[in-house]
């Protein structure tokens, strides 16, 4: 295996030149004979390291656009006015901002991606009540639940970012948030309906509290976090 008398560097056999600085080889005991195979490809290929994110959101708009504008026009075309085309619209929109924000957005805080999924929600949710004439539903079910899921998500997340806590007690706190959503959404339907009656919350809520006191237990009892540990990982 020749080596490059100007820099030194490894060459193969069928080279005739450095291919670092174009050195010529003279190299009587190792005459040179044509290459059976290239020993470096003969085209510098591209890696791809990193997303460009503003070129992504403008060609995802794209993609997203072509059917929308397609179903808009056959609904046209079918009945000469728009009507279950703005279902189809609202699902992609809902899909952009469920999906593709995560993936092509940057945002300080995560929460805006939970505030931009559960708006995205809510909005076509009122669209659907609005055109079958359901707003009963919408302003009375939906929407507060719309909002309970969301402040849950939002106060889950704050929870488990909170780096000050242990695990144990956050798995906890996860269990009380629970609980009260349980007790909000009974409170929901039955507000819907006319009759407050606080009832299958308080069997489902019990469950969560015990087993998030239980996790708060083991936290501080050290030595029985510890035995459970070398019994759980031998």
């Known amino acids: 295996m020749p080596y490059c008398v100007h820099c030194g560097v490894e060459m193969a056999p069928s080279e005739q030149t ?9 190299d009587l005991s190792c005459p040179w004979v044509p290459p059976q195979k290239m020993p470096y490809p003969d085209r510098v290929e591209d890696l791809m390291r990193h997303i460009n994110r503003k070129y992504a959101r403008r060609l995802s708009l794209i ?7 397609v179903v808009l026009l056959v609904n046209f075309v079918a009945t000469g006015g728009f009507s279950w085309s703005f279902y189809v619209v609202g699902g992609l ?3 952009y901002c469920w999906v593709l924000v995560p993936m092509f957005y940057r945002f300080r805080r995560p929460y805006a991606y939970i505030v931009v999924a559960f708006t995205a929600l809510a909005l076509y949710l009122l669209l659907i009540a609005a055109m079958s004439g359901g707003r009963d539903w919408y302003l009375g079910i939906a929407l507060p639940m719309i909002v309970a899921i969301a402040f ?3 106060m889950i997340l704050l929870a488990v970012r909170r780096l000050e806590w242990q695990p144990l007690e956050r798995a906890a706190a996860v269990c009380v948030m ?6 909000a959404a009974d409170a929901i339907i039955d507000l819907y309906f006319g009759k407050l009656d606080i009832n299958w919350a308080i069997y489902a809520g019990l469950p969560l509290l015990a087993l998030g006191a239980v996790f708060l237990v083991l936290e501080k009892k050290k030595g029985l976090k510890d035995a459970i540990k070398k019994r759980l990982f031998i």
């Open 18 to 26: 450095c291919p670092l600085c174009f050195t010529e080889v003279h």
């Open 63 to 69: 993609v997203l656009l072509i059917p929308a504008l």
């Open 93 to 95: 929109v809902c899909f």
């Open 152 to 154: 849950l998500v939002q």
């Open 178 to 183: 629970l609980t009260a959503f349980l007790v």
